[in-house]
């Protein structure tokens, strides 16, 4: 069964070309997550920045902690790496390095977190105008970020119905199939009763077949009812 493929070109200079790897449901999971994390991050990072600069405790490393989760899903989304594909669609393509420039915004506002963070934490003079910046950054960067995952749910969707219309393709073959075995099994049973007493073990094959396709019918059934869902 076959699905949505990593596509053959590499996504940026210097990264590993990706293999034509097909994607299941779970790793179209796996992306969606990684997404939202990114997303959800990059708000809780500003969030304790702005504390930390008010002097709270530990909030300069819980802004810290969110930074490493922000890159490091960044990180697993871009380069082809533990099962999951990088950028494998032309939207994503589009969105990471073309008019966008979703990969270069994100590695910037991560880079003016951390200078942000580490001025905060010397108390250097610079560190209200970085934390003002940043700020200033969070809605913008959003945007790219629900513009990305708004792009990995379409092609989880899409790969959904491409999956749907394929087992119905199976099990519509499955199905000729089981028509055409119940034909055999029906004229078994005729060629078995004219036959007489050396029909009778023919008969029985006849009837297992024929019980085989009744089984095959219910199972057609729930199958297409499940991929009309």
Not at 58 to 85: D, K, V
Request: some cysteine; charged content about 20%; glycine content about 6%.
């Amino acid at each position: 069964m076959s699905s949505l493929a990593v596509i053959e070109e590499s996504p940026a200079a210097g990264a590993e070309p990706p293999e034509s790897t097909p994607l299941s449901g779970e790793v179209f999971g796996a992306l969606i997550n990684l997404s939202g994390r990114r997303r959800f991050t990059s708000q809780r990072l500003v969030l304790y920045a702005v504390l930390a600069a008010q002097g709270q405790l530990e909030a300069c490393a819980t802004a810290r902690e969110a930074l490493a989760l922000f890159r490091s899903a960044h990180t697993a989304l871009i380069r082809r790496s533990a099962g999951l594909p990088g950028v494998f669609c032309p939207e994503l393509e589009e969105v990471y390095f073309g008019r966008s420039r979703g990969d270069a915004r994100i590695t910037a506002f991560a880079e003016l977190a951390q200078r942000a963070l580490n001025a905060i934490e010397d108390k250097l003079k610079t560190a209200p105008a970085l934390l003002e910046q940043l700020v200033q950054e969070t809605t913008p960067l959003l945007a790219v970020l629900n513009e990305i995952t708004a792009i990995y749910e379409a092609q989880s969707k899409k790969h959904a119905r491409l999956m749907r219309e394929q087992l119905r393709g199976i099990m519509t073959d499955i199905e000729t199939i089981a028509r055409q075995a119940k034909m055999v099994a029906f004229n078994a049973r005729i060629v078995a009763a004219r036959s007489g007493q050396a029909g009778k073990e023919f008969s029985v094959v006849a009837g297992v077949l024929s019980n085989i396709t009744g089984e095959i019918d219910e199972l057609v059934k729930e199958a297409l009812s499940g991929a009309a869902a």
